[in-house]
Nanobody, 119 residues
Framework: VQLQASGGGSVQPGGSLRLSCAAS????????MGWYRQAPGKQRELVAY???????NYADSVKGRFTIYGDFAKNTVYLEMSSLKPEDTAVYYC??????????????WGQGTQVTVSS
């Protein structure tokens, strides 16, 4: 199982970006996917999470600005980010709790994608 993230980049404050994360490989069931971020000198933190039945959870710092949604038929999750602030600058990582066809379940991580918000 692999997770491939894309969509990062540089944007001015107030701008928008959309991140995508696609899971591929020997997937039997996808229970949920989420986005984490890690800024320099800080711990990795949860940004947003969506369960396989569509329940969402957001960090307080992004509520009202970020939206997570998924297309689980395509094993893909998106993070729509708007009203971006400099403090949103970080490496963003996607994460998925996935049951492989081997029937083992665990968390998988994608590679990080850099988001930079600066004027």
């Amino acid at each position: 199982v692999q997770l491939q993230a894309s969509g990062g980049g540089s944007v001015q404050p107030g701008g928008s970006l959309r991140l995508s994360c696609a899971a591929s490989g020997s997937i039997f069931s996808l229970y949920g996917m989420g986005w984490y971020r890690q800024a320099p000198g800080k711990q990795r933190e949860l940004v947003a999470y969506i369960s396989g039945v569509g329940t969402t959870n957001y960090a307080d710092s992004v509520k009202g600005r970020f939206t997570i949604y998924g297309d689980f038929a395509k094993n893909t999750v998106y993070l729509e980010m708007s009203s971006l602030k400099p403090e949103d600058t970080a490496v963003y990582y996607c994460n998925g709790y996935i049951q492989a066809t081997s029937r083992t379940s665990r968390y998988y991580w994608g590679q990080g994608t850099q988001v930079t918000v600066s004027s």
